[in-house]
């Protein structure tokens, strides 16, 4: 790759940033959006030399990145190595994002939830409380979870124009401040 731009660094760094506040480790995150970023695919080596990481670091980095979904291996013609591209409508992206997260977070802890709820029911009064605050918390990540499912089927054209009603949409429900 080119030299990077003062925009393009300074994305990079900010993703970087951004990824360890979401649990992501920042070069997997740098990687990221360096691949958004660029117009053609790029090689390992490619992104090892832009970056300064080492290559090994690269390698598992594009391995954690292809297993959620949002980079992929592609082929150049005349280069035998593996190049690799990330998804560039960031719609998809977010929403690959949010089913593996939704996946790897929200699935297991509801299903330890609705386990914990039964065994705090047949333990009876003396769970009575832990009973009652984890089914609180049950009936949130149930409700929580069923209306993303139900976005989740949403074509993208429908989605962006829920998302940007805002307001309108607390207006129709008659929940205006």
Request: net charge positive; hydrophobic share 40%; aromatic share 8%.
């Amino acid at each position: 790759m080119n030299e990077l731009t003062p925009a393009m660094e300074g994305f990079i760094l900010h993703w970087g940033e951004m990824g360890t506040r979401w649990g992501i480790n920042r070069t997997v995150a740098q990687i990221h959006a360096l691949l958004f970023l660029s117009p053609e695919p790029l090689h390992a080596e490619q992104i090892a030399e832009t970056l300064s990481v080492a290559r090994s670091n690269v390698s598992n980095s594009l391995r954690e990145l292809q297993g959620w979904g949002i980079v992929k291996i592609v082929h150049v013609m005349g280069d035998r190595r593996d190049h690799y591209e990330s998804m560039k409508d960031v719609w998809e992206m977010f929403q690959i994002i949010l089913d593996e997260r939704k996946k790897r977070e929200c699935d297991p802890t509801l299903t330890i939830l609705r386990e914990l709820t039964a065994k705090a029911k047949k333990s009876g009064a003396k769970d009575a409380y832990t009973h009652e605050r984890l089914s609180d918390m049950l009936g949130f990540f149930e409700t929580t979870t069923s209306w993303y499912e139900q976005m989740r089927r949403m074509p993208t054209g429908a989605l962006i124009k829920f998302v940007k009603m805002g307001d309108k949409i607390r207006k129709v429900l008659s929940l205006a401040s």
